[in-house]
């Protein structure tokens, strides 16, 4: 962004308007060097002859526009890096990671074939609330990122122009210095060496005083000089302050690009795939409770038809009394037969002992009338 340089001895100008709208951040030019060109340096030249050191009221406007570009170019500049905030985009970005990070944390419950599948609906459908939630707050951040991102794209433009803008005044205050320079060596050379040489050839006071007003003329256009390479010195300073500003606002401006066309697509296809695993996730998971269910159908039937076949053909195989049966009842029969002859037996002698009892009974009472009978 080329603009021409006049070099002028009149009162400082207002400071340009600058268009703060610009879509494209521009070309950065070269690191500042005061080297001349032809036409400048022969700019310089001619300029250089029109100062006349003695002219009070130019050499106090000497080189003032120029400053006063500087100072004007400085508030411009200060009230471009006061008007961001880059800490709120990196706020945002935070906000966005901690969003992103948050949305898949879900607790999950145990419990049962029943509670298996109620797991997995309110799973996937938290699954998808907080998705909808999450999706809602990051659209909202992406908004708020996305205008951050025009307005470091066109603060990075207007920093472009305040650049170029720097590198005319440094360029501009270069050739007053030159200019200043040039035309104070050659006064001194000539027009103060003569009027030295005058004073002291006459040794008139006049001459003596006119000499030293001129030489305190030279001196006090020296400082002015010398205050013209102090604000160079500050437009020196402000172009690489200039660039690390666009450097901060370039650097959170690809990070919200990155953030915009990398992260939250790549969040979103993870969500599909994550939703879509859920639901793969969920079907394995019905499907192996069911299948667990089923073997461990099997295998309760298994093991009833196993009890029931071998009980029947253990049922199968006996008779219709069990030897078992046979030989209990056998021995119990043998057992009452013996109980019976003993008690015959012991019937027996007991009726035989009674039969001696008797006849001995009977023998006594006969015994006992034939007694009674003697008498």
Not at 33 to 60: C, G, R, W
Request: with cysteine.
């Amino acid at each position: 962004m080329d603009q021409e340089i006049k070099l002028t001895l009149d009162t400082a100008p207002a400071a340009p308007n600058l268009d703060p709208i610009v879509e494209q951040a521009l070309t950065k030019p070269e690191e500042v060097q005061p080297v001349f060109t032809a036409d400048e340096q022969k700019m310089i030249d001619e300029f250089s002859q029109k100062i006349d050191i003695q002219d009070v009221n130019l050499v106090f406007q000497y080189g003032a526009g120029a400053q006063q570009n500087i100072a004007s170019f400085s508030d411009s500049a200060l009230a471009n890096v006061r008007a961001k905030d880059l800490g709120e985009v990196g706020n945002m970005i935070s906000s966005l990671v901690v969003e992103l990070r948050d949305f898949t944390k879900i607790d999950e419950e145990r419990g049962g074939l029943f509670g298996l599948f109620k797991k997995n609906v309110d799973k996937l459908q938290l699954l998808k609330s907080r998705y909808d939630k999450a999706e809602a707050n990051v659209n909202t951040i992406c908004a708020n990122l996305e205008e951050h991102q025009v307005t470091l794209i066109k603060d990075i433009s207007t920093l472009d122009q305040l650049y170029n803008l720097n590198l005319k005044y440094f360029k501009e205050l270069s050739m007053y210095i030159a200019a200043g320079k040039k035309r104070l060596e050659e006064v001194r050379a000539t027009d103060l060496k003569a009027a030295v040489d005058r004073a002291a050839a006459s040794g008139l006071a006049e001459d003596a005083q006119a000499a030293n007003d001129l030489a305190s003329k030279c001196d006090r256009f020296e400082k002015k000089i010398y205050d013209l390479e102090l604000t160079r010195n500050i437009s020196i300073q402000m172009a690489p302050q200039i660039r690390l500003i666009q450097n901060n606002d370039q650097i959170m401006a690809e990070k919200i690009q990155s953030s915009l066309v990398n992260t939250i697509p790549l969040w979103k296809s993870q969500m599909v795939i994550a939703m879509g695993l859920e639901h793969s996730r969920s079907a394995m998971e019905a499907q192996r409770a069911v299948t667990d269910v089923t073997n461990e159908l099997l295998r309760k039937n298994a093991e009833a038809l196993h009890t029931s076949t071998i009980e029947t053909a253990k049922e199968s195989e006996r008779g219709i009394i069990d030897i078992e049966t046979l030989t209990a009842t056998n021995e119990t029969l043998i057992q009452t037969m013996d109980e019976v002859l003993a008690i015959q037996k012991e019937g027996r002698e007991k009726r035989k002992a009674a039969e001696a009892e008797l006849t001995r009974i009977e023998d006594q009472l006969k015994a006992k009338l034939l007694e009674v009978h003697k008498g």
